[in-house]
């Protein structure tokens, strides 16, 4: 037990930073290599990841506030749509489970992961993305910030647009959340970095703000069916918890192309392992 303990813990420390880098959370880590190499079932390995989500939110959060990187209004406003999509996916992956078709949400993981990693190549493609103008949105929510830059030593000022689009991705990412044990966050970046035109920073940090609550929501139902064992899922929030501080201490200090590089590295190479795992299975 303490090996495998110790196994996890590492492991999960990787993922955590990784998750706290990106603003996807540990879990978008967790459950391909859960379930890929260490053989654990997908639905215990859910289970844990969305308990290391709110480790990862709980770890990072704090920091990115502190630095001014986190939009809380944003964040706040977006926070009830998120969490009925939670509510919806995994009310709807319980389901899928008790049928034993664990199958097709490997092949749902990995084609989510896709096509938010299209998304991404396409942002890194255009040198320069024009920021829409404000909208009734903007001065009606007030979705207006400021943070400081380290890397390029100012003041960085922005504001969000397209509430409403930003609102309806945030849905979705909620459903995905609850439906795939993860925070949700690939979509939620996406949501305010693509829908709403904030700056790639503030959309990870805000994620990282988010994710918390998303997960918390989708683990409540996850708890209510058996799907988290204790003894994993606190080796798992243990370790994400210390790789999530590590990696906030590291984000300010990053350009924002090389946070999306990674962003859509992992996508990448995680969506493609679900795929495969979900059709050969």
């Known amino acids: 037990p303490e090996f495998l303990f110790t196994v996890l813990l590492l492991l999960s420390a990787v993922a955590g930073f990784v998750g706290s880098l990106t603003g996807l959370g540990g879990g978008v880590v967790l459950v391909p290599?859960?379930?890929l190499v260490l053989g654990v079932p997908i639905e215990y390995a859910?289970?844990?990841s969305l308990v290391s989500t709110i480790a990862t939110s709980l770890g990072t959060s704090v920091a990115y506030v502190r630095d001014r990187i986190t939009n809380v209004r944003i964040g706040m406003s977006l926070e009830v749509a998120t969490s009925l999509g939670a509510l919806t996916g995994s009310?709807?992956?319980a389901l899928i489970y008790s049928l034993g078709l664990q199958r097709l949400v490997y092949v749902v993981f990995g084609t989510v992961l896709l096509l938010s990693s299209y998304t991404q190549m396409k942002v890194l493609t255009t040198a320069r993305r024009a920021a829409p103008p404000p909208d009734r949105w903007t001065k009606r929510l007030r979705l207006y910030g400021r943070y400081y830059d380290a890397l390029e030593g100012r003041e960085v000022e922005y504001y969000g647009v397209r509430w409403w689009l930003g609102a309806l991705v945030m849905f979705s990412a909620g459903v995905v959340s609850g439906f795939l044990g993860?925070?949700?966050g690939a979509l939620k970046v996406l949501a305010m970095d693509w829908a709403m035109a904030l700056p790639i920073k503030v959309s990870t940090a805000t994620s990282n703000f988010m994710i918390g609550v998303t997960a918390a929501t989708s683990s409540a139902v996850y708890w209510a069916h058996g799907y988290i064992q204790p003894f994993l899922a606190s080796a798992t929030a243990l370790g994400v918890l210390l790789g999530a501080f590590a990696g906030s201490k590291i984000l300010p200090r990053?350009?924002?192309r090389s946070v999306r590089l990674i962003f859509t590295?992992?996508?990448i190479i995680l969506?493609?392992?679900m795929i495969l795992r979900g059709v050969w299975s």
Do not use: D, N
């Open 46 to 48: 859910a289970g844990a």
């Open 33 to 35: 290599v859960y379930t």
């Open 254 to 256: 990053l350009k924002s």
């Open 271 to 273: 969506g493609l392992q």
């Open 182 to 184: 993860i925070g949700g």
């Open 265 to 267: 590295a992992i996508l």
């Open 91 to 93: 009310l709807a992956v």
